[in-house]
Nanobody, 122 residues
Framework: QVQLVESGGGLVQAGGSLRLSCTAS????????MGWFRQVPGKEREFVGG????????NYPASVRDRFTISKDNAKKTVYLQMNALKPEDTAVYYC???????????????WGQGTQVTVSS
C-alpha cells in the first residue's frame, strides 16, 4: 500500500505562485511515477504534470507547461508542484497520484492523495 499526502494549497491572487507538496509513504515502487491532477466540480480530473522517481523525465500538458514545474526529493519521497502566474481558471482541487507509468490518464494511477484546494482570485 502507498499513502500520499498533499499540502500547500490555499488562496492566492491571480499572477501569484503556490507550491504544492506530496509526500509518499508505504511500499512505493522505486521506478514508479507521480502525477499531479486537478479537478473542478462537474469536470473530469485533468492531468497537469508528472515525474518519474528515477531520472528526470517530466511531462506537462500545453495548458500549464510554461507555468508549472514539477520536482522531487527522492530521499524525502516528496514531489513538488510549483505553480507560477496562476490564473482564476487554475482554481481546483489538486491531487497527486502514484502509478507504474508516467501517463496522463487518471485510470493509469493506483494510489491517490486526499487533495488540496487551490483558489485563485481575480
Amino acid at each position: 500500500q502507498v499513502q500520499l499526502v498533499e499540502s500547500g494549497g490555499g488562496l492566492v491572487q491571480a499572477g501569484g505562485s503556490l507550491r504544492l507538496s506530496c509526500t509518499a509513504s508505504g511500499e512505493i515502487l522505486r521506478d514508479s511515477a507521480m502525477g499531479w491532477f486537478r479537478q473542478v466540480p462537474g469536470k473530469e480530473r485533468e492531468f497537469v504534470g508528472g515525474i518519474r522517481w528515477i531520472g528526470a523525465r517530466t511531462n506537462y500538458p500545453a495548458s500549464v507547461r510554461d507555468r508549472f514545474t514539477i520536482s522531487k526529493d527522492n530521499a524525502k519521497k516528496t514531489v513538488y508542484l510549483q505553480m507560477n502566474a496562476l490564473k482564476p481558471e487554475d482554481t481546483a482541487v489538486y491531487y497527486c497520484a502514484n502509478g507504474p507509468y508516467l501517463r496522463i490518464a487518471p485510470g493509469e494511477y493506483d494510489y491517490w492523495g486526499q487533495g488540496t484546494q487551490v483558489t485563485v482570485s481575480s
